[in-house]
């Protein structure tokens, strides 16, 4: 059986620092906040610095990726987020699908700046939102399809966008799209872990062995079914990660020199299945686990 190398997930490149600092210095110049988290793992993918940074502005949070998450478990995330005052909404933003209830509680949220302007004879001053979030859920995905066309650079990866940018989105509105920032230190490594499964933390430093075999062994326990339909593995499974790795490559005729399973190309095949939605809509954890 292999043994991978326990980790624990650590990435803070200097630019988030940076980003941090942007961040505070920009608030002032924006009407509201606009917190995009992954669906699969609000918790997981909720920086808690940002709810600290951005008190006391308005603050709509987007739950991205909802067509790859558990719908069940996505509705009772949108109550929790409602008991702590906050509007939480389910999203896609790749289809656009929720983002009408996003303007709609947008303008509610700035209805007090809107009237203040139009006292003030500014009735066309655009309304401002800072757009925050971990690498890779979607910011630039979402201020593009509210501006109905590519403004905003994209990809299916961490670390895309790297510099603060406005972008004027129509209907007096304009988005400042700011780089995914994580925090310096994860006090819970089952954060982090959530944060390597779901792609928010780049695979180049990771382990991708051990990260598979960790999701694998929490598959296991949430959700057997998925991966006995998707590898046809043997029930009942292990619940050993490692074991399991094997047993998708052996299934998957993956083999290194003399035979061995190739759990190294097993590990990046599985993991991108699981991203792409292709072991169907999973939660990775529940408000009552966080």
Not at 36 to 61: E, Q
Not at 188 to 210: M, N, R, Y
Request: net charge positive; proline share 5%; with cysteine.
């Amino acid at each position: 059986m292999s043994d991978f190398v326990k980790q624990n997930v650590q990435w803070f490149p200097g630019h988030m620092a940076k980003t941090g600092r942007q961040i505070r210095e920009n608030l002032r110049l924006v009407d509201a906040v606009a917190e995009i988290l992954d669906a699969r793992a609000p918790r997981a993918s909720a920086n808690p610095d940002i709810a600290r940074m951005t008190a006391g502005k308005p603050r709509i949070v987007l739950l991205n990726k909802c067509d790859l998450a558990d719908d069940i478990v996505t509705a009772a995330w949108v109550r929790h987020f409602a008991a702590t005052g906050l509007t939480a909404i389910p999203v896609d933003c790749k289809t656009g699908r929720g983002l009408k209830q996003f303007k709609t509680a947008l303008s509610r949220h700035v209805e007090g700046k809107t009237r203040s302007n139009l006292a003030k004879g500014m009735a066309g001053k655009a309304v401002r939102v800072m757009v925050l979030g971990i690498p890779n859920t979607g910011k630039s995905t979402f201020i593009n399809k509210l501006a109905g066309r590519k403004k905003a650079l994209t990809a299916d990866k961490p670390g895309v966008t790297r510099q603060n940018q406005w972008f004027p989105i129509g209907a007096g509105l304009e988005m400042l799209d700011t780089p995914g920032v994580l925090w310096p230190k994860f006090d819970d490594p089952a954060v982090g872990d959530k944060l390597s499964f779901i792609g928010a933390v780049k695979d180049s430093v990771t382990d991708t062995q051990t990260v598979a075999s960790r999701l694998l062994a929490l598959l296991a326990e949430r959700c057997p079914g998925r991966l006995q339909a998707r590898y046809a593995l043997d029930t009942p499974l292990a619940l050993d990660g490692a074991a399991l790795l094997e047993s998708v490559a052996l299934k998957r005729g993956m083999r290194a020199a003399g035979g061995q399973p190739d759990t190294e190309r097993a590990a990046a095949v599985f993991l991108d299945e699981f991203r792409g939605g292709k072991l169907g809509r999973i939660s990775l954890e529940t408000p009552e686990e966080a």
